[in-house]
């Protein structure tokens, strides 16, 4: 990440091979739905490119990047919530 924070626009490529499986395979367990997990790892990597210019390297990159899948799914829980009754 620092790579890319520094302008290394392929190191993204890099960080998005190596973590894609693990963050999409955590995002389904949590979520359950793989349309909803489709959209939350979509989200997951928007806020890893936005994150670019204010990255502030405080643990590790799969420290930083897991912690924020939390807050994405925390964001659609009304949104599975709302959606149960089909």
């Not at 490529?13 to 499986?21: I, T, W």
């Not at 790892?41 to 502030?56: E, H, K, P, S």
């Amino acid at each position: 990440m620092i790579a890319y924070a520094n302008g290394d626009a392929a190191a993204f490529d890099v960080l998005y091979a190596r973590n894609k499986g693990g963050v999409y395979r955590y995002v389904l367990r949590h979520c359950g739905n793989a349309r909803i997990a489709d959209e939350l790892f979509q989200d997951i990597w928007m806020t890893v490119i936005r994150a670019r210019n204010t990255y502030v390297p405080t643990a590790k990159f799969t420290t930083w990047l897991y912690r924020g899948g939390p807050t994405q799914l925390d964001s659609f829980s009304g949104f599975l919530s709302g959606n149960s009754a089909g």
